[in-house]
T-cell receptor, first 117, second 113 residues
Framework: AQSVAQPEDQVNVAEGNPLTVKCTYS??????LFWYVQYPNRGLQFLLK??????LVKGSYGFEAEFNKSQTSFHLKKPSALVSDSALYFC???????????????FGTGTRLKVLA | DTEVTQTPKHLVMGMTNKKSLKCEQH?????MYWYKQKAKKPPELMFV???????INESVPSRFSPECPNSSLLNLHLHALQPEDSALYLC????????????FGPGTRLTVT
């Protein structure tokens, strides 16, 4: 089965500084990787995805992620953090369901990002 | 309309009650999902519907009963729940099963007393 790991429960960064939220993956075959953000008491919002192509993926709100096959990583980055970026971030991978042709998404444990003013 | 709506926003129910959660999308998506999320934890998949048919049931207890009456609507019927079932229940949709991103609703905060 596919899986993703987020090694940091929380990341603190000063406003204006670059931020990185880490994700590593374990997949058989080509990975389908995603980042989502969740604000308090809200659903998840899609940020970006890697399916194939360029290793640097650009997404919403100025976020980007770098796919690194040799390190099996898919870290989320932003050049300059905003206080409003403070939220819970989930990395996810697409996995097969038990029945052929069905799919599901496996989420990492989440990383709380705190941007300090 | 790129929105997934869920009602109610909050629900408090006793262990003997029967209630239902509702999810709706009008994006023409043919895959819909129910997730359960405990505080500070990732969403856990419960059910997947593809073209109005149940395609994945992640061994969810029978006190949770999903229903997909049409391609825009997804219900989750609740009966005889336990306090440990208290959580945020999230609905999501995607153009089809396995497509590249999911659109999530805001969730229903369920408390079982």
């Amino acid at each position: 089965a596919q899986s993703v790991a987020q090694p940091e429960d929380q990341v603190n960064v000063a406003e204006g500084n670059p931020l990185t939220v880490k994700c590593t993956y374990s997949v058989s075959g080509n990975p389908y990787l995603f980042w989502y953000v969740q604000y308090p008491n809200r659903g998840l919002q899609f940020l970006l995805k890697y399916i194939t192509g360029d290793n640097l993926v650009k997404g919403s709100y100025g976020f980007e992620a770098e796919f690194n096959k040799s390190q099996t990583s898919f870290h989320l980055k932003k050049p300059s953090a905003l206080v409003s970026d403070s939220a819970l971030y989930f990395c996810a991978v697409r996995d097969m369901g038990h029945v052929s042709g069905t799919y599901k998404y496996i989420f990492g444990t989440g990383t709380r990002l705190k941007v300090l003013a | 309309d790129t929105e997934v709506t869920q009602t109610p926003k909050h629900l408090v129910m006793g262990m003997t009650n029967k209630k239902s959660l509702k999810c709706e999308q009008h994006m023409g998506h043919r895959a819909m999902y129910w997730y359960k999320q405990k505080a500070k934890k990732p969403p856990e998949l419960m059910f997947v519907y593809s073209y109005e048919k149940l395609s994945i049931n992640e061994s969810v207890p029978s006190r949770f009963s999903p229903e997909c009456p049409n391609s825009s609507l997804l219900n989750l019927h609740l009966h005889a729940l336990q306090p440990e079932d208290s959580a945020l229940y999230l609905c999501a949709s995607s153009p089809f099963s396995g497509s590249n991103e999911q659109y999530f609703g805001p969730g229903t905060r369920l408390t079982v007393t």
